[in-house]
């Protein structure tokens, strides 16, 4: 539980708020860079700010408030010209520094543009995710996590506007014990809802998760529930571990319970399988969410480092039917159940009235860490993962991963690939996170004749305006 203060401390994120400001301490990613060889223009609301991101016809990125200077229009209708930004309405032109360089309606010898300026902060791509600093100079250099600087692999990035605050979405992360009920058993009530459930798995959780050796998909099969046997937690250099030991594992081979699921302070985590979930605060209630996710070229696929390269792709938010009910077909994948869990907590939830249990105790250190942190960055530091040193060449910031650990390769409980061998099973398609919605899974599955999912179901009603609260 905390108070009503603590609760906006850890929450609030606008300009000159404690979490606003630690949150400026960091590259946020914004975009990925190929949706700008699409549309060179995107709106962005980052920590409170309206602004607009664009590449100009020369390359160069920008980020500048997102109001003209002049009369006010927005900028995401600008033109994209060789040196910069030009408004639509009265074409005055701006560069990445913010700086007015045209006005063409006022006369040539005129120094007013050189006396306007719009608001404009650093911008810079790296692993095809455009990063954001809205800090305090000088900026820091950009993490390179290992999944962002990885070579010769296939990216994908999939993105969702979640309607509600970052905190709750980051504390699931440290909710091991969601993973049982929300993705396996409420799972197997969602497909139950949708009339395609046909074998409930395990309800005791006594035996590892498996599929049928025919590949029958996650959305026919019922999730096998893995009981949690105990979890636990550590602080480490660059945030807290994950400890999770089902009831099927024991302590000395179990990979989730001896290495375990790290959680990158102040808003990643490594989701294992070469993969990030990265929640930005766009503001008090909105996350703009983003699935980075590589994986080695299949036969036949071209690896590329080119940002341009990327997959990017739509997740799809929960919402409801014309009755008010849930569209349960958006809710048969974990992204799915806890875009819903997240959202309907409120748009910010409210934690002075929470009852927090035993099971909580990862979420009651990752608060203790963020108001730690805070007083670090209130005294002048650095707080956690904020790099003033790039690794050495080529180099990346190593993090223990349970999943990348080499004994995981040969583990099916881990590894899909040991999965396939050892089970005799197709590659599919699975639940976890945006599986389902993934291209690059999509045509890697398609080609290994594999079991697709069926297209996701529209919503009428959003739950960004049903949400409660
Ligand atoms: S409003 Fe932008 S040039 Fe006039
Ligand atoms: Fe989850």
Redesign the pocket.
């Known amino acids: 539980m905390l108070t009503a203060e603590q609760n906006e401390r850890l929450t609030l994120v606008g300009p000159g708020t404690p979490m606003g400001e630690l949150m400026r301490r960091y590259w946020q990613p914004i975009a990925a860079y190929a949706e700008l060889s699409t549309n060179p223009t995107k709106a962005i609301r980052l920590l409170g700010e309206d602004l607009v991101l664009y590449k100009d016809r020369s390359g160069t990125l920008g980020l500048l408030e997102a109001s ?1 200077a ?4 927005h900028l995401l209708y600008g033109i994209p010209e060789d040196n910069g930004l030009r ?1 639509p ?4 032109l701006y560069d990445a520094s913010g700086q007015c360089l045209e006005m063409p309606a006022e006369a040539p010898e005129s120094t007013f543009p050189s006396r306007v300026q719009l608001k404009a902060y650093p911008v810079a791509e790296l692993g095809g995710l455009v990063f954001a600093y809205l800090g305090p100079a000088p900026a820091p250099v950009l993490p390179h996590w290992g999944p962002f600087v990885a070579k010769g692999v296939v990216r994908s990035i999939g993105w969702a506007v979640v309607p509600c605050n970052w905190l709750q979405i980051m504390e699931n992360s440290l909710d091991p014990v969601h993973g049982e009920y929300n993705h396996q058993y409420f799972c197997n009530y969602v497909l139950e809802r949708m009339g395609i459930l046909d074998d409930r798995g395990d309800l005791l959780g006594e035996r590892p998760a498996q599929l049928s050796a025919e590949g029958e998909s996650f959305w026919r099969k019922g999730a096998t529930i893995r009981h949690h046997k105990k979890v636990g937690f550590t602080a480490f250099e660059h945030g807290i571990l994950k400890h999770r030991l089902y009831a099927f594992e024991d302590e000395e081979t179990s990979l989730g319970w001896r290495i375990g699921h790290p959680i990158l302070f102040p808003n990643y985590e490594h989701g294992g399988l070469d993969h990030f979930q990265i929640r930005v605060p766009m503001d008090d209630t909105h996350t703009y969410y983003l699935w980075y996710r590589y994986s080695p070229p299949r036969d036949g696929e071209q690896a590329s480092d080119d940002p341009d390269d990327v997959n990017v792709y739509k997740v799809p938010m929960p919402g409801l039917d014309g009755d008010m009910q849930p569209v349960w077909g958006l809710m048969d994948n974990n992204s799915g159940q806890d875009n819903m869990m997240w959202t309907s907590q409120g748009p910010i939830m409210q934690r002075p009235i929470e009852k927090l249990g035993q099971s909580d105790v990862g979420i009651i250190m990752f608060r203790r860490m963020l108001f730690e942190q805070l007083a670090v960055m209130e005294d002048g530091g650095d707080p956690m993962n904020v790099f003033r040193k790039l690794p050495p060449d080529g180099d990346h910031i190593v993090v223990p991963v349970e999943e990348l650990d080499p004994a995981a390769a040969n583990d099916p409980v881990y590894s899909r690939a040991a999965a396939v061998a050892t089970q005799g099973r197709k590659p599919r398609i699975g639940a976890g996170n945006t599986q389902k919605y993934d291209p690059v899974l999509l045509r890697h599955t398609a080609d290994a004749g594999g079991t697709l999912p069926p297209p996701p179901p529209s919503i009428e009603i959003d739950m960004a305006e049903a949400a409660p609260g």
């Open positions: 003209c002049h009369r006010r229009v408004c309405y009265h074409g005055w």
